[in-house]
């Protein structure tokens, strides 16, 4: 773990539990933390309100919520659950593509980082990229984030002009999900305010991929997540 | 000059001249050609306009206008007038960086079309990027280009899992204004509908830089813009 150092950081803050821990993680030096949260296809407003209350809760520097309607522009599951996954993103080979990759996400998500980062004078650039759970998705490897971090030398005037090196922090990139849950629970990632359902109701709906993936980080770490719904009481009842 | 070949290609199209001789290159072969518009900041919806009725002339598969408000997230002279450029993106050495240059506009740019692209199959991507009279600007030099063509290898799962190449299309790189539209005149660029103005009035201002390298471009040509004001019959009615 290294602190955030000089010149500042921008954390891409979807409001879930890994994008939390990123900040928790980030906040815990003494250079600015800026927050961006990209609300895109159907994420629900839940999603934001959620990122908007981390952003408070770690007091960060500035927070843009930027409208991006990428569901008409990359079909996904995850953006338009009537569409079935484009024949392009299928796997051919060992590893399978999920059904929820968003084609060129990461890419899209890092660029407006990056113009986030140079018109404020930031270098770091944070990202809650997991490549062990999610080891399906193509731009959550390593080998993608220095690619985009080379790239970002020549993309822009900060880059070009005075020598300015862009670094790409994805700390959770090895980590298993219980391993998250552990790390954000040692920096108290206020858990209550995280969100990760697809779905956007009052509470989690506990039977979505992504409530799965959560249920078994909090499982896997050994910690109650204080969002998932109250499961024994309702069997109380019961008897 | 290329045939568009297999594969089919996405044309960003701004409605400017730059980007409708770039479609008219790409139309000339038989593969698909699909359009992306970024609306962004203060560009004035009569861009947009232009652009989609160069889409219908060109009878482009489809064609996605996307809204991306980037003002909020990259202060630029370009997305807000008031705004200074800000200091990091202000050229230290001798090639100066223009004040409407936008950090990290043709990244993201390239990034939502590299999205788009994938996800309906498409391997290229066309892009207006000139280097000659734009020469300040970092991300319209080739290095730049192939940097991102590199990083969308291993940015997508089409990259990734089937090895697919995408190619960024840049015709327009070495020619100067007056270069384009000399080529966008022989491959019948229909004028009329391109806007360049970077005001939103029914004419062009011609007193915006846009006005004035459209000028310079149609003057080195030896083309009479359509869209120009009328100069003479103004100067008849003074006599």
Redesign the interface.
């Known amino acids: 773990m290294r602190s955030t150092g000089a010149g500042g950081s921008v954390v891409l803050l979807s409001g879930g539990m890994d994008s939390a821990t990123v900040l928790a993680l980030a906040s815990r030096g003494r250079a600015p933390v800026h927050a961006?949260t990209i609300q895109y296809g159907q994420r629900h407003v839940r999603e934001v309100r959620a990122a908007r209350a981390l952003g408070r809760h770690f007091a960060v520097e500035s927070h843009?919520v930027?409208?991006?309607?990428?569901g008409?522009?990359?079909?996904?599951a995850l953006t338009d659950r009537r569409r079935r996954v484009?024949?392009?993103?299928?796997?051919?080979?060992t590893?399978e593509?999920p059904a929820t990759?968003?084609?060129?996400?990461?890419?899209?998500f890092?660029?407006?980082a990056?113009?986030?980062a140079?018109?404020?004078?930031l270098r770091r650039i944070w990202i809650g990229a997991n490549a062990i759970d999610y080891s399906g998705y193509?731009?959550c490897?390593p080998?993608?984030l220095r690619?985009?971090e080379?790239?970002?030398r020549?993309?822009?005037?900060?880059?070009?002009?005075?020598g300015?090196r862009f670094r790409i922090e994805a700390p959770l990139l090895r980590l298993s999900k219980g391993e998250i849950v552990a790390l954000g629970e040692r920096l108290g990632v206020p858990w209550a305010l995280t969100w990760s359902c697809y779905r956007g109701g009052r509470r989690p709906c506990g039977r979505c991929d992504s409530c799965a993936w959560r249920a078994k980080g909090f499982r896997e770490a050994g910690v109650v997540d204080p969002t998932a719904p109250p499961a024994r009481p309702r069997r109380l009842r019961r008897r």
């Open positions: 961006l843009v930027v409208r991006l309607p990428i008409a522009l990359v079909p996904s484009p024949a392009t993103t299928r796997a051919r080979r590893t593509v990759y968003v084609p060129a996400r990461n890419t899209i890092l660029s407006l990056l113009g986030y140079e018109a404020r004078g193509p731009d490897r080998e993608f690619a985009f080379r790239l970002s020549l993309a822009t005037a900060a880059g070009v002009e005075q300015a």
